[in-house]
C-alpha cells in the first residue's frame, strides 16, 4: 500500500494520477459539490467562537487533493462570517509536490490565506481530514497470522507469515494520532472517514479505479486507490492515551443534519443541484450511514456543550460499542 499509493515516481497519490470524482476513480464527500466544505465551514466558525474567538486560527487541512474542501471553506466563510475569515489561516500539510501545486492553482484567490507544510505543526485551531484515515497504509495481521506480498513469476501474491503480538495492523494511523495530539496546541480535530465491518481483512481492502472495485491490490498498481475501512475504537483508545478528549463521534447523516438545522441560509429554498448534494450527503443508502465523524479536543472546557454538529448525537462510548468489528 505504501509502494502503491506514496512512491515518488509511480505511486497513485504521489505521481498525481488521482482523479477523484465523475470523471476519475470515485466519489468523495468533497467532489459531491460544495455544500460539504459550507456546512463545515459553518462548523468551524462555531469552533472558533468555542476558542473565544482567536485572532489567530488555524484550520489545519490533511489530505486536501486539489485544494476543492478548502476553497469551499474559504469562500463561504468570506460570504457568511467575515470575522472569522479575517481571524483565519488555512494551513495545508502536504508532502508531495504535484498536489501542492494543484492546490496553490485551486486557491490562487486565497493566496494571502495559505500556507503549506510538509508534516504537522504546532497549531490553534481545528484539524480537519476527510478520507484521510483509510489511505494510510495497513498490515495485513489477523490473529497470528500476517500476509506479507511474494512475487512468484512475475505475480504479486500474499504469502502467509507468523505474526508478532506486538504488532498493530493500523500503526501509521496510530502515528498520526500521537503527532496530532503533540502539536494540537488548543481546539478540535474532526476526521471523517468509513470503518471496517467484521470479516478477513485482507477481503476488506477495497481498490477502486475509474469506479469500479478491483478484485486485487495487485491489479492496476499505481492506477488505482487502495483504502482500509478504520478500526475507529484502537483510534479513540489511542487519542484518549495521548489526552485528547472525545467531543462526538456519529454517522456523517446525524452531523451534517445538526448543521443543517442552525444553518438556515446554507439550505435555502434550494435548486435541483443542491437538493442532489444534499441527499448524496445524507441519504443513509448513500453517504450518511457509510461515513463516521469523530471530534477530539484538546484545553477546552469539557462542561462545554455539544459542537452543533453533535447536536442530534448519542453518546460517543454507545456509537462506538455498536461498531466495534471485534464484537
Ligand atoms: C482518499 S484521498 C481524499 C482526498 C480528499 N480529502 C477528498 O475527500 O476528496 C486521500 C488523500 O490523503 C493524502 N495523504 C495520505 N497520507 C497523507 C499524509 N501523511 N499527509 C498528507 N496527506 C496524506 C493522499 O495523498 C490523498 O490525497
Known sequence: MQQALYHPEHGYYSSGRCVIGRKGDYFTNVSVGPLFGQLLAAQFTEIWERLGRPDHFAIVEQGAHDGQFARDVLESSQKRSPEFFEALRYRIVEPFPILQERQARTL??????????????????????????????????????????????DKFVFVDRPGHDDANFNQAALDWIDSVA???????????????????????????????????PFEEIGHADI???????????????????????????????????????????????????????????????????????????FAAPKLVGFKFAGEPDTALALIDPSR
Not at 493566496?111 to 476527510?130: A, M, T, Y
Not at 471523517?192 to 477481503?203: A, C, L, N, P, T
Not at 435548486?271 to 457509510?290: N, Y
Open 108 to 153: 490562487d484567490s486565497f493566496r494571502e490565506k495559505i500556507e503549506w507544510c510538509d508534516s504537522l505543526q504546532p497549531f490553534v485551531g481545528v484539524h480537519f481530514s476527510n478520507e484521510l484515515l483509510d489511505a494510510m497504509p495497513v498490515r495485513l495481521i489477523g490473529g497470528d497470522v500476517e500476509k506479507l506480498v511474494d512475487l512468484k513469476g
Open 227 to 301: 483504502t482500509m475501512g478504520l478500526c475507529w475504537p484502537s483510534i479513540v483508545e489511542r487519542a484518549q492515551a495521548n489526552r485528547l478528549h472525545v467531543a462526538g463521534f456519529t454517522d456523517q447523516h446525524h452531523f451534517l443534519t445538526g448543521i443543517i438545522s442552525e444553518s438556515p441560509d446554507l439550505t435555502p429554498e434550494s435548486g435541483a443541484k443542491i437538493k442532489r448534494e444534499l441527499q448524496t450527503l445524507l441519504h443513509p443508502e448513500m453517504l450518511g450511514r457509510a461515513f463516521q465523524v469523530l471530534a477530539l479536543s484538546k484545553n477546552v472546557d
Open 182 to 216: 503533540v502539536n494540537l496546541q488548543r481546539g478540535y480535530v474532526i476526521t471523517i472517514d468509513y470503518w471496517r465491518s467484521g470479516g478477513e481483512f485482507h477481503e476488506k481492502i477495497q481498490v477502486r479505479a475509474q469506479h469500479r472495485n478491483l478484485d486485487s
